[in-house]
């Protein structure tokens, strides 16, 4: 846990960058600060480890002042990713990941094992670890960074934009992997952007600052969206909040609504009375394994049961977002979306209402 | 043209004068490292430094180097201090200047980090700025050993020895033989120091290989 009690920082030119703010960051959690520029976030971020001395205010980890350890072993004790890698030049993959433990006197044969490990825990090669940072791409840098942060395996990471500086394409991927990494690790992780897509998409929390160095919310990026707290946080969160909520959660948290399914074969009294049970007038035909065959107007059916039925590609998997259910659903003809499990099987039918209660 | 048989009697003569001209030389860049980095470190510590230091090293620099020499022998005699503080004095500015520009091309990124994990000042400096600026400050090196070498022959007026002397035999005797074995011992000492130092520098920076501009 790392709790600021009200922390001020003030440099020398008299700007406040961080004005009496109260946080407290829980352990094991992703927590974002994020804001415009000039909001403090950074530097809230960089006095965690003492790279910006606080001007007033205490700053304790699991209770215990920063101010009690000697700067050296408090830093090394923390990890530290920054948006330019920050690699040094001078030295290999492998020396760089292994700064950490050298500084903290770990035998070679430890220090070698760990930088194995941590090579491949971000996704690069063996034979990178000879390779000079100057040879590798901005994307394979950043990973180094990470594992470099990690190698003494801290419990809290600070990240200071570590995605920025990399393109789209790129930072998606390392987010990604970043989410899965730290869903393995657990640790108490502060991570500072700009970017309010990426906070929401990375955080377990968000801090957002506004001008001044004041915190103006501090909530899960559910309850940001849905309930922000002044014109300030609802301009930040830019336009479609509900979009972006949409976008957080998984499809199996929409409730289904009543389907008329009929087996291949059906009669056309059959398909009469499923579409009778859920007030449609068509039915969704499915085979003897629930995979979905397509759609038919009971009318059609009823005049012609041997009749082809249409084809449905409304469809998503359980653990695709109610964003992607709702694009979806504007290109179906019935108005609603299956959703089906990892073998294609239906598993319930989602329409606009299902959302609807979703986000209410 | 060139008389052997000459070279030949006074080769021991001749090697004495190279191996102070190489002592000379050293001890004057030894000397002059010894200040400007202590120097270079201030300057960066308060920048308000610098800018006094460069004008300081740069006026000495100015001096020509016989004025000098004779400036220094109603304090210092005809003696090693003389030429020796004289030499020292030469290699300041260029030193000076470059290892502050090399630790000041250390990226800034690169010093947060080392910061950020856990590095105290001096192994910072060390392990970390030191070994970056390298090729800033081994230019430096390189430029003040040249410069060093050809001023040492000018030290021979002061009654050291060093190549110098070779030309105050040629030219006393009318002689052109000592003034062509100065001449080229002293342009194939300048090339050898310069090519080791490019030599030292190349091992000891072998993230640098292959990015060379």
New interface residues.
Partial sequence: MIEFSSVTKRFPDGTVAVDALDLTLATGELTVLVGPSGCGKTTSLRMINRLDEASAGTIAIDGVDIRQHPVTELRRGIGYVMQHSGLFPHRTIGDNIATVPRLLGWDKKRVAARVDELIETVGLERDMAKRYPHQLSGGQQQRVGVARALAADPPIMLMDEPFAAVDPIVRKRLQDEFLALQARLGKTIVFVTHDIDEAIRLGDRIAVFGEGGRLAQFATPNELLAAPKSDFVVDFLGAEPQLKRLSLLPVSAAATIEAPLIATGATAAEATSAADTAATDWVLVVDGERRILGWHRVADYAADTARAPESFDAVVGAGDTLRAALGALVISPLGVVARVDADGRFGGLLAQSSLHRALS | MIRWDWIGRHADDILAQLLQHVELTGFALLFGFAIAFPLALAAIRWPRLYGPSLAATGVLFTVPSLALFILLIPFTGLSMATSLIGLTIYTLLILFRNIVEGLRGV?F??R?????????KS?QLLT?EL??ALPVIMAGLRIAAITTIGLVTVTALIGQGGLGRLFITGFTLHFTTPLLVGFVLSIALAVAVDLSLAGVLWLA?P?NRG?RT
């Fill in positions: 990226p990124e690169v947060e980090a080392s910061r950020a994990l856990g590095y105290s192994r970390v070994p970056i920076t993230w990015r």
